[in-house]
C-alpha cells in the first residue's frame, strides 16, 4: 500500500518562517504594523494536504504546496518576508480577528457567512466532493445518497456545514438524519475512512480527485462535485492589505506567475482566476 505521507502531514504549532527575498522595501501603502515588522503571517493549516498546504516529507518545518508558494510570491511582491503559522482549520478566522495572523490561505471558500467576519481576494476555484473506499460495497451517488450513513468532514469546514444542512432535508423528508463526523484534520478523516469508522468523506474537490488519481486502489471519488465556487485569501475587515493583495495577484496573472504555480501543483485551469476579485461571491447565507 503506498503511503500517504505526501498528501498529509502531521499538524506543527509553531510560527515558521519561509525562506524568501523580499525585492523591495516594504510597500508604503501597507499597515503600518505589517510595515514596520517587515513580514507576513500567513495562517493555515498543514494537515489539509497537497495540493493546497503540507509539510514536505522528512521536515519539520518546510512547507509546500499551492498556498504556501503563492502566498510567498505576495509577500516578495510586497517587499516582505513571509512567516506561516501552522493552525487548525477552525483557529484561523479567530487568529485573525486577534491579529495573530495577518492573512489565512487554506483552501478556505469565499462565502457571505465568513464576510461577515474577513475580507475575501478570491484566488482559485474548488469546491467539495465524497470520497469513499476503493472497497465500499455501495457507491452513494449524491447528497441525497446520505441520510442514515456516517458521513466524515473537517471541523469547520464548508463539507460540515454541508452535512448538517443534508441531514437536515433527510430528516424533512422523513429519512435518516446523517451520522455526522467531524474530524480536526484530513489525515485522521482519511484513516477513519479506509477503517469503516465512517462511510464517505466530504472533503476537497482537489485533494479527492488527487488521491483517486494517485490511489486508485484506496479511494474512489463518487457523486458530482459540490459547494463550487472561489476560495480566497481571508484579510480583516477593511484592511488596506486586501486591496494591495488584489494587486499583488493580478501582476502574478498579468505576467505568468499565478499560472507557473497553479500548473506546477496540479491545478487545471478550470481552476484558475484571471483577475482578482474582493468578495466575489454575493447573497445572505
Keep these: 500500500m503506498k503511503k500517504l505521507t505526501g498528501l498529509v502531514a502531521a499538524l506543527a504549532l509553531s510560527c515558521l518562517s519561509v525562506n524568501t527575498a523580499a525585492f523591495a522595501a516594504p510597500n508604503e501603502n501597507l499597515p503600518e504594523a505589517i510595515k514596520s515588522a517587515g513580514v507576513l503571517v500567513l495562517g493555515t493549516t498543514s494537515s489539509i494536504g497537497l495540493p493546497w498546504t503540507s509539510i514536505k516529507e522528512g521536515t519539520s518545518d518546510q512547507y509546500t504546496g499551492v498556498e504556501v508558494e503563492l502566498a ?4 516578495k511582491r510586497l517587499g516582505l518576508e513571509l512567516k506561516v503559522q501552522n493552525l487548525g482549520f477552525d483557529s484561523l478566522i479567530p487568529s485573525l480577528e486577534a491579529k495573530r495572523i495577518d492573512i489565512i490561505m487554506s483552501n478556505m471558500l469565499d462565502t457571505p457567512v465568513r464576510q461577515k467576519k474577513v475580507d475575501f481576494v478570491d484566488h482559485i476555484y474548488g469546491g467539495s466532493a465524497m470520497l469513499q473506499t476503493a472497497s465500499a460495497a455501495e ?5 441525497d445518497g446520505l441520510c442514515g450513513r456516517k458521513a466524515s468532514a473537517l471541523r ?5 456545514i454541508s452535512a448538517a444542512e443534508q441531514s437536515e432535508k433527510c430528516v424533512a423528508e422523513g429519512k435518516a438524519a446523517i451520522d455526522i463526523q467531524l474530524y480536526p484534520d484530513t489525515g485522521a478523516q482519511l484513516t477513519a475512512l479506509r477503517s469503516d469508522r465512517t462511510d464517505v468523506a466530504l472533503t476537497d474537490l ?3 480527485g488527487m488521491l483517486e488519481r494517485d490511489h486508485p486502489e484506496q479511494f474512489d471519488m463518487v457523486g458530482a462535485p459540490f459547494n ?26 498579468a505576467d ?12 487545471v485551469k478550470e ?4 483577475k482578482a476579485t474582493i468578495n466575489g461571491v454575493k447573497g445572505d447565507e
Excluded: H, Q, W
Design 72 to 75: 510567498t510570491e505576495i509577500a
Design 139 to 143: 457507491k452513494i451517488d449524491s447528497l
Design 156 to 160: 469547520g469546514a464548508m463539507e460540515a
Design 206 to 208: 482537489i485533494m479527492a
Design 228 to 253: 463550487f465556487g472561489p476560495c480566497g485569501i481571508a484579510v480583516a475587515k477593511e484592511s488596506s492589505l486586501t486591496g494591495l493583495i488584489a494587486e499583488a495577484l493580478d501582476t502574478m496573472v
Design 256 to 267: 505568468g506567475t499565478y499560472a507557473e504555480i497553479m500548473s506546477r501543483n496540479g491545478f
Design 271 to 274: 481552476s484558475f482566476i484571471t
